[in-house]
C-alpha cells in the first residue's frame, strides 16, 4: 500500500519554528521527486517547496525563501520541511506529494498525503 503521511503540524507563534516530517511506506522516496504544497480555506493549493531525486536540488517559491528549508533522508524514508520565521499568513494545511518533477510552476503532483495543520497565531 503506498501512503505518505504527514506530521509536525501545530499550533505555533508568530515567529516560531516547527519542522514538518513526510514519511514514506509502500515504496522508497529517493527515486522520486517531493513537493510540499499547502492549502488555506478558500484560497488554492499552491506549491510551498521541492526537492528533486537524484542532486537533492531543491526549490522554494520567493514567499518562503530564506525562511523553509527542505531536506531528505532516504535512510528513514522521510522528507522534511523546516519551517523558521513562521507569519500568521502561513497558516494552512501542508500536504506532501511525490512530483513528476521539482522546477518551474507546475510540478505535476500524484500521489498525496493526507495533509497536516499548521497554524500560526498568537
Known amino acids: 500500500q503506498v501512503q505518505l503521511v504527514e506530521s509536525g503540524g501545530g499550533l505555533v507563534q508568530p515567529g516560531g519554528s516547527l519542522r514538518l516530517s513526510c514519511a514514506a511506506s509502500g515504496f522508497t522516496l529517493d527515486y522520486y521527486e517531493i513537493g510540499w504544497f499547502r492549502q488555506a480555506p478558500g484560497k488554492e493549493r499552491e506549491g510551498v517547496s521541492c526537492?528533486?531525486?537524484?542532486?537533492?536540488?531543491?526549490l522554494s517559491v520567493d514567499s518562503v525563501k530564506g525562511r523553509f528549508t527542505i531536506s531528505r533522508d532516504n535512510a528513514k524514508n522521510t522528507v522534511y520541511l523546516q519551517m523558521n520565521s513562521l507569519k500568521p499568513e502561513d497558516t494552512a494545511v501542508y500536504y506532501c506529494?511525490?512530483?513528476?518533477?521539482?522546477?518551474?510552476?507546475?510540478?505535476?503532483?500524484?500521489?498525496w498525503g493526507q495533509g497536516t495543520q499548521v497554524t500560526v497565531s498568537s
Open positions: 526537492i528533486g531525486s537524484r542532486d537533492g536540488s531543491t
Open positions: 506529494a511525490t512530483l513528476r518533477q521539482c522546477y518551474g510552476s507546475s510540478w505535476y503532483p500524484y500521489y
